[in-house]
């Protein structure tokens, strides 16, 4: 587990934790995630809650083990279509963003 606190951007570098199994990252102030999140395809819950995040990225398809995304408390509008490709996924917790 890897958990960092008041954090505005994370580096494209965090592709590199290949082996992690869950990341922690409520109550930062980040505004995006990195592209290379989606090269840690061993991620099976991903926590990104209140923060300012206003999409996600579109590699975030590539996480098939993904099987909680927890989002809460953004400013998304809405998700990307390679949402579709998370066929492990149990929970997906947007409550408190501005998705129509």
Do not use: F, H
């Amino acid at each position: 587990m890897y958990m960092l606190r008041t954090v505005q951007s994370l580096p494209e570098a965090i592709g590199y934790l290949t082996s992690l199994r869950k990341l922690y990252l409520d109550d930062n102030q980040l505004r995006s995630l990195p592209q290379s999140i989606g090269d840690i395809e061993s991620l099976i819950e991903l926590s990104i809650c209140n923060n300012r995040l206003e999409e996600l990225p579109a590699s975030i398809g590539k996480l098939v083990n993904l099987s909680v995304l927890a989002a809460d408390g953004n400013n998304l509008t809405s998700l990307p279509p390679e949402v579709l490709y998370l066929k492990a996924l149990k929970r997906l917790s947007l409550a408190k963003n501005i998705i129509w």
